[in-house]
C-alpha cells in the first residue's frame, strides 16, 4: 500500500507516519509546514525507502494535483487541520480555510484520482476527526458513532463540517470513505501549546501551571500510538462508509490529570517538588466544554481494537520523553503563541 498522509509533521500524523513506515507501508507525507509542523517528528524514518516528503498545502488544489498525479497513492488519510480550540477563538478563519476548505480541495484531488484510475476498488479515503463535533456531555453518557453533532466552538464547527463534506462525496460521488473521532491525544512529540506539554514543561521551569475554571472539565485521554494503531486498523479492515469512535477508556477532570503529571515530576525531577504548589485557576475558556467521553465499543466488536496504556503508563512515558528531549521542544518554544494565553475572545 502507497499511503499519503497529510499533516504528517504534526502530532497524530507524525506517529502514523512513523507506525506505517515500521509495518511496511509505502508513505508520502503531505505537509503545509505551519507552525505547530516539525521535521524532527519523522527523523527516524526520513532515510527510509519506503518515505517521501511533499510540501504542500492543502488549501492549494494545484498542487494537491501535483501530489496525486506523481505519486498515485492507493489511500489517503486526512489529519491536516487546524486543531488549537483557543486559537480558534482568535482567528477563526485560518480554520474555516484549512479545516472545511482544504478537505474539499483533498476529496476533489482525491476523486480525480481515483476516477481516473477507473475506481480501484481497494482505494480509501480516511478522515481523521475529532470528539469535539458532538458537543458537551453531562455527568452521564458517551458519545457513540450515531451521537447528534452539536459543535461548540469554531474549531468543533469547522471539524464537523469537514466530517459532512467527506459523507457528501461518499453517498454523491461514491468515493470509498471511512471517519473517525477520536478523544484526546496525549504522548511523545506533542506541540508544546496543549495541555499535557504545558503542564510537564512548566513544572519543569518553576513557573505557574495555569487550568481552566475550577479544573472540572472532564476528557477522555488516548494514548498517541494506541490512536495511530487504531488509525491503521481503520484504513485496512474499516467497513467502507462506516465510522469509529476512537477512546481511550481513561476519564479524568483536568484537575486530576494536572495533579497526576505533578506527581510524576516529584518522582522524576524532585528538585522542584512538590510541583503541584505551581497550579494556579484561571479565568475559563468561553464555552468550554464539560466533559467529553467515548465509547469505543464498534472498533473492538469490529477490528478487535483497544487502548493498551493506561492513562498513569502513558503519562509516565510522556514526561520521561519530554525530559530526555529538550533538543526537540526548546526550539518550539519560540513559535508564535507558545506560552502565551490565547482565546480569551468572549
Not at 517521501?52 to 506523481?70: G, K, N, S, T, W
Not at 467515548?294 to 503519562?315: H, Q
Amino acid at each position: 500500500m502507497k499511503l499519503l498522509v497529510t499533516g504528517g509533521l504534526g502530532f497524530i500524523g507524525s506517529a502514523v507516519v512513523r507506525r506505517a513506515i515500521a509495518e511496511g507501508l509505502e508513505v508520502v507525507n503531505l505537509d503545509a509546514m505551519t507552525y505547530a509542523a516539525c521535521e524532527a517528528n519523522v527523523a527516524e524514518v526520513a532515510d527510509a525507502p519506503g518515505y517521501r516528503f511533499e510540501r504542500a498545502d492543502i488549501r492549494d488544489p494545484a498542487a494537491l494535483a501535483r501530489v496525486f498525479a506523481a505519486h498515485r497513492p492507493d489511500a489517503v488519510m486526512h489529519l491536516a487541520a487546524e486543531s488549537h480550540v483557543d486559537r480558534s477563538i482568535d482567528g477563526p478563519a485560518a480554520f474555516v480555510e484549512t479545516n472545511v476548505a482544504g478537505t474539499f480541495n483533498l476529496l476533489e484531488a482525491a476523486r480525480v484520482h481515483w476516477e481516473g484510475a477507473d475506481r480501484p476498488e481497494g482505494f480509501r479515503f480516511h478522515h481523521v476527526s475529532t470528539d469535539e463535533v458532538f458537543g458537551s456531555l453531562g455527568p452521564e453518557g458517551m458519545f457513540r458513532e450515531d451521537t447528534p453533532y452539536d459543535p461548540r466552538s469554531p474549531y468543533s464547527a469547522t471539524k464537523a463540517a469537514s466530517d459532512h463534506l467527506v459523507r457528501a462525496w461518499a453517498e454523491t460521488y461514491g468515493l470509498p470513505v471511512v471517519l473517525t473521532n477520536c478523544s484526546n491525544n496525549y504522548g511523545p512529540f506533542h506541540f508544546p501549546e496543549k495541555l499535557v506539554p504545558v503542564v510537564i514543561l512548566n513544572a519543569l521551569h518553576g513557573r505557574p501551571i495555569p487550568i481552566y475554571g475550577r479544573g472540572e472539565n472532564v476528557r477522555d485521554w488516548l494514548y498517541v500510538e494506541d490512536h495511530a494503531d487504531a488509525l491503521l486498523a481503520v484504513l485496512r479492515r474499516g467497513a467502507v462508509g462506516r465510522t469509529y469512535a476512537i477512546g481511550g477508556e481513561n476519564e479524568a477532570r483536568n484537575v486530576d490529570l494536572v495533579r497526576l503529571i505533578c506527581g510524576l515530576m516529584d518522582e522524576m525531577r524532585p528538585a522542584g517538588a512538590p510541583h503541584d504548589r505551581l497550579i494556579e485557576f484561571v479565568a475559563d475558556r468561553p464555552g468550554h466544554d464539560a466533559r467529553y467521553a467515548i465509547d469505543p465499543a464498534r472498533i473492538r466488536a469490529e477490528l478487535g481494537w483497544r487502548p493498551s496504556v493506561t492513562l498513569e503508563e502513558g503519562l509516565r512515558r510522556t514526561v520521561r520523553w519530554y525530559l530526555d528531549n529538550e533538543a526537540w521542544w526548546r526550539p518550539l518554544l519560540a513559535r508564535d503563541g507558545v506560552g502565551q494565553r490565547l482565546g480569551k475572545a468572549s
